[in-house]
């Protein structure tokens, strides 16, 4: 355990005693809000202020603690691009603003956020207010560091760096010190109860030291072969455009949507051809609910025809070459259905 936080750490740009292992990356945003909120609320203020474009588990949790009285909640909008301006988070900060959380990195179109600007202009307006990133999707993928991004609090995921599924980490800044949600031994410091889910910490920090030792080649990499699959596509598919923003976005994530073709039917018929794809997040994929992410971006009823390809460790030229295929394929299949798939054999 105590290797495997060292190695974490390592990664995350912390110092050791600053990890709280949790079940994942849901529980560690869980943790953040609730814990600061309660923590902090009675004396700083319950004000939260949270990213239009956040994953569910900040999203769906700061709407549940508005939606029960527990705090008030400000939601900053973004462009088209899916970038939040850091000045407009600035302006909804308000002196009893207790905690602002803007992701590092969307899991849905891979825009990378600007957090050291965001986390100096909260700052300057309020340095009392604390910042939180969601930084699950960017381990081993883009550097981290609370000091380096000025954050006070930061969550990451095992599984999103080749780790095991069910372990993550919530960052806290030393002083910090979220209440516990899950209460009774004690462990963590008092900040997370309940026996430790060794063997996958274990795999955690083991995961956590091979994905930044290869960060600095592997990022790279990913993003000419991201930018090789996206260009391919955005040529060959008439009607297909690159979602995110293209200047800052993670490393190996290519999203886009598809006119006249819904999610759930290209996905389907990409299943079929041998591909896996995703159209919102990962969690909800397959379910017919247009992305709030895009939405939030503008694109109207196109949000419901998100197409999401992710690339990784053993991602090859030659396969991108193949999946640029089957995407055509699948797009045409689609397309000549009606928006109703044509039957699989
Ligand atoms: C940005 C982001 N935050 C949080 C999560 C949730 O992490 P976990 O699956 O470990 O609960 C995910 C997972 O997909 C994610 O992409």
Redesign the pocket.
Known sequence: MDDARDRVAAAAGCASREVIFT?????A?NLALRGVLERWGAERGRHLVVSAVE?E??LTTARGLAEAGRAELTVVGCDRAGRIDPAEVAGAVRPDTVLVSV?L???EVGTVQDVPGIAAAVHARNPRALVHT?A??ALGRLPLGLDALGVDLL?I?A??AYGP?GV?ALVARHGVFPAAQVTGGGQERGRRSGTENVAGVVGFGAAAEVAERRRETAAPELSHLAGWLTDLLTESVRGLEPTGDPAARLPGLCSFVVSGCRSELLLAVLDELGVSASAG???SSGAPVPSHVLTAMGFGDLAGSALRLSLGRSTTQALVDAVAGRVQMAVARVRAGGGIAAPIR
């Not at 079940?23 to 529980?27: F, L, M």
């Open positions: 079940s994942g990356g849901t529980e945003d994953h588990a900040v992701m990195a969307n899991n969601d699950v999707q969550s995921s599984h999103k599924q993550g997040s990962a969690c």
